[in-house]
């Protein structure tokens, strides 16, 4: 999921962006946690906040429910790139045009793997990231990509302008 930010984000706006893969952000946009500021608390949000954000920001946000700009949204995690405002249509179809060159069956076991929470020992989680490798190096996605990057072509899944 990609995001465009052009104006303000608060409460479960943000959390919605916190969720998506990629978050573009115009300089003007506005981002706060406002809910403690109403007696209540980002606990649902918390669950994709806390993962994507850095630790003692989104604790400090989250707290205070002061309103942040792009360039902290950025540096704090949330956002992924801050751009001048009249940069945000360009920004967005460079990482569209970025992840439609990934393939599909790739892109979504990525997703999952980023997402999920390592368990077992290092040594158990190598032997499961290795039989993952290796399952996608010999699938069909895999050979196709191998061959691609071989002949300097681009992949079958890359859509053609």
């Not at 003692?56 to 205070?64: D, F």
């Amino acid at each position: 999921m990609l995001a465009a930010v052009r104006g303000p984000a608060r409460a479960g706006g943000v959390g919605l962006l916190a969720a998506c893969d990629v978050v573009v952000a115009g300089a003007s946009a506005t981002f706060g946690f406002a809910e403690v500021r109403i007696g209540v608390v980002p606990a649902i949000i918390s669950a994709v906040c806390r993962p994507r954000m850095l630790p003692h920001a989104v604790h400090r946000l989250m707290l205070t429910g002061e309103v942040f700009d792009a360039a902290t949204a950025a540096q704090t995690g949330l956002v992924d790139l801050a751009v001048a405002d009249d940069e945000v249509d360009a920004a967005v179809a460079a990482q569209v045009r970025a992840l439609a060159a990934g393939a599909p069956a790739a892109l979504a076991e990525t997703k999952r793997l980023l997402r999920s929470t390592p368990t077992g020992s290092l040594a158990d989680q190598f032997g499961e990231l290795l039989g993952l490798s290796a399952w996608f190096f010999a699938s069909a996605e895999g050979q196709e990509g191998i061959a691609a990057f071989r002949e300097k072509r681009p992949a079958s899944w890359v859509p053609q302008d």
